[in-house]
């Protein structure tokens, strides 16, 4: 079972990043997934999710109007389209994905957002 994000790097304020995940080892089209960060000393938290099939998503308010979630489960993807960046969106962002009592972790890619 993998979850392997990519997409993550350093962009100046105001600029998009978009982050992937990929996975594998498991039936992905039957799970809710969603995205997280971690900024420096601070907790997890998540930032927008998406239910199986797509149809809906859920975001931070933090988040709202600037990322957007989706998936492709043809290509087992999660995708977080990230626009208008600031400097509070510097974190490592982590793919997860959850059905039932069972739920998968990435191991995160880093965001930075800085002159």
């Known amino acids: 079972v993998q979850l392997v994000e990519s997409g993550g790097g350093l962009v100046q304020p105001g600029g998009s990043l978009r982050l992937s995940c990929v996975a594998s080892?498991?039936?992905?089209?039957?799970?809710?997934a969603s995205w997280y960060r971690q900024g420096p000393g601070e907790e997890r938290e998540r930032v927008a999710a998406?239910?199986?099939?797509?149809?809906?998503?859920e975001y931070a308010d933090s988040v709202k109007g600037r990322f957007t979630i989706s998936r492709d489960n043809a290509r087992n993807t999660v995708y977080l389209q990230m626009n208008n960046l600031k400097s509070d969106d510097t974190a490592v962002y982590y793919c997860?994905?959850?059905?039932?009592?069972?739920?998968?972790w990435g191991q995160g890619t880093q965001v930075t957002v800085s002159f």
């Open positions: 080892g498991f039936s992905f089209q039957r799970y809710a």
């Open positions: 998406v239910d199986s099939i797509g149809a809906v998503t």
């Open positions: 997860h994905a959850i059905r039932l009592s069972q739920e998968f």
